[in-house]
């Protein structure tokens, strides 16, 4: 199946740093990336929609200062967690979807820890 | 918001077919049903989707009811290494909103 790349798998930031995401495509073109995160032992919760070229959708709730979403090409997207607090310590994880949609699959990345001291 | 309901959890015997039960109630006529498993710290892996007709890939298979109200996942041999937490999910494609899953305990 189609590969999707995140980078960095963790990373631990002080707190006031600012901490950048990378999600690539790898082997497709990907219309739409989506940004997820996920609390300890809860499920994904859906953070934004990302189409290239245009600005991100955000979910409800979820602040687009804070959390910046660039998707500048076809295979990169990326989020940046301004400011970062121990409390957006987390997993993050992307997924991609291409062109055709009658695929029907939506590939995810390995997913980013992100810890906050 | 995720629109399906899943049990909190499930044992099954290795070797024995494990069943997961999916109630999508709401689903609209344009939304598939998707399945996604996401074991411990990784990022979610495909399973298998369909619209209204039954499914079957190398991985498993998907009965949905004729109604499309509720489908059930089937893992026909169940390992060790299928103990992940299952989840199901309605969509048209556009958003992919994740419920709580269920938790597939396989054991030996």
């Known amino acids: 199946g189609a590969v999707v790349s995140q980078h960095p798998s963790w990373v631990i930031c002080k707190s006031g740093t600012s901490v950048k995401i990378e999600c690539r495509s790898l082997?497709?073109?990907?219309?739409?990336m989506f940004w997820y995160r996920q609390f300890p032992k809860q499920s994904l919760m859906l953070m934004a929609t990302?189409?290239?070229?245009?600005?991100?959708?955000?979910e409800q709730g979820v602040e687009k200062d804070k959390f910046l979403i660039n998707h500048a090409s076809l295979t990169l997207s990326t989020l940046t967690v301004t400011s970062a607090h121990p409390e957006d310590s987390s997993f993050y994880i992307c997924?991609?979807?291409?062109?055709?949609?009658?695929?029907?699959?939506?590939?995810f990345g390995e997913g980013s820890r992100l810890t906050v001291l | 918001d995720a629109k399906t309901t899943q049990p909190t959890s499930m044992d099954c015997a290795e070797g024995r077919a494990a069943n997961l039960p999916c109630n999508h109630s709401?689903?609209?006529?344009?939304?598939?049903v998707y399945w996604y498993r996401q074991i411990h710290s990784q990022g979610p892996q495909y399973i298998i989707h369909?619209?209204?007709n039954n499914e079957t890939n190398e991985m498993a298979s998907l009965i949905i009811t004729e109604d499309r109200k509720s489908s059930t996942l089937i893992l026909p041999h169940a390992t060790l290494r299928d103990t992940a937490v299952y989840y199901c999910?309605?969509?048209?494609?556009?958003?992919?909103?994740f419920g709580s899953g269920t938790k597939l305990n396989v054991k030996p």
């Open positions: 997924s991609a979807r291409g062109r055709s949609r009658t695929a029907g699959e939506l590939f």
């Open positions: 369909g619209l209204k």
């Open positions: 999910i309605s969509s048209n494609f556009n958003k992919f909103y």
């Open positions: 709401t689903i609209s006529g344009n939304e598939y």
């Open positions: 990302s189409n290239e070229g245009s600005k991100a959708t955000y």
């Open positions: 082997d497709f073109q990907a219309t739409t």
